[in-house]
């Protein structure tokens, strides 16, 4: 009970804190914690595979991913994106080329470093292409408070409930109860967001995307357990106390960033 407080006693402040961050700062300012909050994800996803001291290529992998958040930022024209993209496909490849630690780790290594540029860097990414909607705060706030209803509510009422394992083989902890309860407090959330921040949604549409949002949520949670479990940790980090690390709580926001965008940029 003692961690399910401490969780509590940590959340509380903060949460006002991040509502202030993305409704009254600065575009510039919001990207740089945005940014800052990604590449400390991406780094701490890094670590569960360099677990000694950080190598050359955990740096490499960060100053690609700064440059995807970058053209986020810059939000080129298309064929620019795209081009960029694969220019940092070949870098990684031409990197490791020279600066691989052991032949046998050179297509693990690769793996590794392509999948924390594009799962983070690539995914989060979306929260900054969000911002620059028109009218594009309110629509972060409801995704982070539908996927961390989602996250709350998983953890208490399956703390609470208990019963069968959501999947058992990748996270022992998560209770089909738990996923139900995340699911019932995230479309809640979602429900609060319309009303509090006037969304230009119909109910229907906050129904079925929170649905949407929790699922996805929940996905990214079980993606990054597998993770954590085939590296042997509980925690990506101690940043947050009683709440792991910034991978920890961006690991469902990566998940269900581009699918609020995308679903935006069709429905506008």
Known sequence: MKL??????????????????ITISPPLLLFLLVAAAILRAQFEFYKLY??????????????????LLCLFYLNPAPLWFVA??????????????????????????????????????GLLGHLILMRQRPG????????????????????????????????????????????????????????FCKIAFHLPFSWLEVIMLSLVLVAAGQLGDLVESMFKRSAGIKDSSGLIPAHGGLFDKLDGVAFAAPLLYYYLMIAA
């Open 50 to 67: 360099y677990q000694a001291k950080p190598p050359p290529p955990l740096y490499f992998g960060l100053t690609c991913g700064c440059l």
């Open 4 to 21: 399910a407080e401490n969780r509590l006693v940590v959340a509380v402040p903060l949460i006002p804190i991040i509502y202030l961050l």
């Open 84 to 121: 960029s993209f694969f220019l940092i496909l070949m870098a990684i490849l031409i990197f490791n080329l020279f600066f691989f630690r052991e032949i046998r780790l050179a297509l693990l290594d690769s793996a590794v470093l392509y999948t924390g540029v594009f799962y983070l860097a």
């Open 136 to 191: 594009g705060r309110p629509f972060i706030l409801f995704l982070l408070f539908v996927v961390w209803g989602n996250d709350a509510g998983a953890y208490y009422i399956g703390r609470a409930l208990g019963g069968w394992k959501l999947y058992p083989a990748i996270s022992p902890n998560k209770t089909m109860s738990g996923s139900i309860g995340g699911l019932i407090i995230g479309s809640l959330a979602g429900a």
